[in-house]
C-alpha cells in the first residue's frame, strides 16, 4: 500500500503515475531521522564552497529556492551546483524563480511550481520553452502563501495546517500534496486546504553573518528562511562574513538560524551576486534585465548569457570583475545605503539594458 | 527627465484610478508593478496616513524611491518590522488588511484572475505565465479586492485558461460555499473602464468608462457580456494635470513602471 494517499484529480490531471517522486517533500519520518542524525555537538563545520556542494546535494534531491527570488538568495553557490552538473533535481520555493538557471542545464527536472518571473521585467520564457519541450516536470501548483505555510508547519512541528488559501482555484486541482476537508470544530459548511508540512532535502541560505559552528544571522527580509532551515534535511549555510560566536550572542539580535541546523558553514562574501543583498550591496539591475530579454528570446542566446556568467566565472570575485569590479562594489553598496535610508537620497536612475541598447556596465 | 505637460498615457490613467480606491488610514496589500505606483501616489495626495504592505514581507516603509521588486530595500525601508512571508499574507486573513491590488493576465465575467498560462490543454500551453506568487493568497483573504491590468476581449474571457485566484468562481454564493472568506473582488480596473460586480448574479458590470469609451466600445473590448448599469453611465474621473505632475516628477520620474512600452 502506498505511504501517501495523495489528491487523486490533481495526479490525474499532472499526470503522475508513479507517485514515488513526490514522497520525498512530505516524508517527516526520514527528515526527523535526518535532524536526529546530524552533528549535534558545537564543532566547526566550516568548509569550502565546492566540498559543501560536493558532500551535501546528491542527485535526485529536493532543493529549495531562498531568499525572495534575487533578494539574498545564495546564486553563488547555486552556480557552483551547476558548475558539479547535480542531475535529476526538484526544486520548491516562494518564489521558485532561480530554478531556471538550473533548468538550463537540465539539473532540475521537476517543479514545484509557485512563481516564475523578474516581475516588472517580464515572463520567464526559460521556464516556457522548457515546459513546452517537455525538459521539466510539474509536480505540484502551489500560491507562495501555501508553500509558505507548508514551510511554516514544519518549522513550527505540526503534519501540516488548515489554509484558507488556493481554495477553490485550480492549484487544488493541480497539487497532490493539497486535500480540501471540512473544519471538524465547525457545525456549518467550512471547507479548507490541508496543507502538509514540507520536508526539502537540502537548502542552502545566504546570511550575513555566521560563526564556525553555523549560528547564522539575516537582517532585511526572512522570507521563509527560517522555517525552510528548521525543516530541510541538509543546511548548507553560506555567510557574506564568518564572525566569532560572541558577536552573534552579543549584536546580531533579530533573525538567527542556530547552529545545530547547519551542516555547513561557507565564507562566501558576495554570495547573493547577481542577487541583491540587504545592508551590503545594491542589484546589477541591467544583469537582471539581459537574463530576461536577451536570455529569454532565444534558447541559444539563454545558454550564451548563462555560459558567460555562470559557467565562465570560477567564483564569485571573477563574477565581480565582470560587473566593473572595486567601482562597481563601491556603487552597489552606496546605493543599496541609500535605498535603505542609511545613506542620503541619491539618484536611482541607471542606463537600463534592452535589446537594442547594451550599457555594458552594472550600476 | 519626463515631460510634465504631455497628456496621461494609458498606464499613468490606470494609476490614477487604481489610487483613488484608496482610502486614507487604510493598510494597503500591494502587487509589483502599477499598483506601487498608485500606492505611492495616493500617499503623496489624498491618502497620506496609508501603510503599505509587501508579500516579500515589507511594510509600512519611509517613502523613497520607486521599488524595483517588491523585495526592494524601498519596500521596508526603516520598517519598524518585517514579516516572514507567512505572517504577511496572515494579516490578511486576520482582518488587519483594508485592500489589495492585484494584476492578472486574464480575468472572467465572474472575477476569477490567470496568472498560469494561456490556452486550453495544461501540458502544452500558447505560453506559461508567472503562475500564482502571492496573487491568490490575496484573493482568498483579503477584504476587498481590486484587480488591475489591461483589457482586450482575449484578457477578458467568459472562462479563464487557469483559475490561479477565485473572484466569484461560478457566481452567486459560489465564493462563500467554496469556503472563501472576505467580501470577494469589488472593482476591476482597466484604461478603458472601472468594472464592478452585480449584488446577486456577481456577473461583471460597468461602473463607469473612460470619457470617449461607449458601452458598446467596453464590450467589444470584453470576451463576454457585460451588465449595464442602471441609468446613465458615469464617466470615470480623469487624471488631474496636478497629480499627472506628482507621478512623473516624484513617483515614477524615471517612467520604469508608467512610460508605455514601445510597440
Known sequence: MAEYLYNEEALENLRIKDTSVLDRLVDFESAREAHLKKEHAKKDKRMPLDEAIATFVKDGDVI????????????????????????NLQMIGAPNTNQSFFITY????????SYTGAEMRGIDKVYDRALKAGRITILSEWSHGGVAQGFKAAQLGVPGLLSKQMLGSDLVRYNPYLKVIQNPLKAVKDPAVFVPALYPDVSIIHCHAADKYGNAYIYGPAVNDLAVAAAARKLIITAEEIVPENDIRYNKHGQIIPFFYADAVVEM??????????????????????????????????RIFCDEWILGTKNQYEFIEKLGGARWIAEARRQTKAAEGDNEDIDFSYDEYTLTHDPGRYY | MRDLNAPANPLETLAYIIAQQIEDHSVVYIGTGIPMVAGILAKKTHAPNITLV??????????????????????????????????????????????????????????????????????QPKVRLTGSGGNNDLSSLTEKMVLVGLQTPDKFPEKVDFITSVGWLEGGDSRKEAGLIGNGPAAVISPWGVYDFHPASKRMRVKSLTPGVTFEIAQQLTGFELLRPEGEIPDTKLITPECLKIIRAQVDPRGVFTTMPAA
Open chain 1, 64 to 87: 529549495t529556492d531562498g531568499g525572495f527570488s534575487y533578494v539574498r538568495t545564495a546564486h553563488q553557490a547555486f552556480y557552483e551546483i551547476i558548475r558539479q552538473g547535480k542531475k
Open chain 1, 106 to 113: 537540465g539539473l532540475v527536472t521537476h517543479s514545484h511550481s
Open chain 1, 269 to 302: 562574501p558576495f554570495g547573493a551576486l547577481p542577487g541583491s543583498m540587504p545592508g551590503c550591496y545594491y542589484w546589477p539591475r541591467q544583469w537582471w534585465e539581459k537574463c530576461m530579454r536577451f536570455g529569454g528570446s532565444s534558447e541559444e542566446n539563454n
Open chain 2, 54 to 123: 509587501y508579500e516579500s514581507g515589507g511594510q509600512d516603509p519611509i517613502e523613497g524611491d520607486m521599488p524595483w521588486s517588491v523585495g526592494c530595500p524601498m519596500t521596508w525601508r526603516k520598517s519598524p518590522t518585517i514579516m516572514e512571508m507567512s505572517y504577511s499574507f496572515a494579516q490578511c486573513y486576520n482582518g488587519y488588511v483594508d485592500i489589495g491590488f492585484l494584476g492578472f493576465a486574464q480575468v472572467d465575467m465572474y472575477g476569477n484572475v490567470n496568472t498560469h498560462m494561456i490556452g486550453k490543454d495544461y501540458h
